[in-house]
Nanobody
């Protein structure tokens, strides 16, 4: 079974950047989507970015559009999330997930394999 391991979290000042990585062990086939979710303190988990492996199409939440960018390294089976212009409200635990035949790309219930998360803290 596929396992996902996130890394790259840390503390940064507002306006700064971080790049998160999600390393997948096991085969991610073309029917899968991979996504990043986050859960801030006292908030529900929200989907922020997703990529459909089949054609590379991406979906971003309005809250991160224009600031966060997905990329993939298929040779290393790794998904990246480049986060720029970070804001204090981006503070959260960030999770990577994958699911097959995803219809609603930012919905939690579509994803069946999850990583343990990496913490991002943005100070003002």
């Amino acid at each position: 079974e596929v396992q996902l391991v996130e890394s790259g979290g840390g503390s940064v000042e507002a306006g700064g950047s971080l790049r998160l990585s999600c390393a997948a062990s096991g085969f991610i086939d073309r029917s899968n989507s991979m996504a990043w979710f986050r859960q801030g303190p006292g908030r529900e988990r929200e989907g922020i970015a997703s990529v459909y492996i089949g054609d590379g199409s991406t979906v971003y939440a309005d809250s991160v559009k224009g600031r966060f960018t997905l990329s993939r390294d298929d040779a290393d089976n790794t998904l990246y999330l480049q986060m720029n212009s970070l804001k204090p409200e981006d503070t959260a635990t960030y999770y990577c997930a994958t699911g097959r035949w995803v219809a609603d790309h930012l919905a939690q219930h579509e994803y069946h394999v999850w990583g343990r998360g990496t913490q991002v803290t943005v100070s003002s």
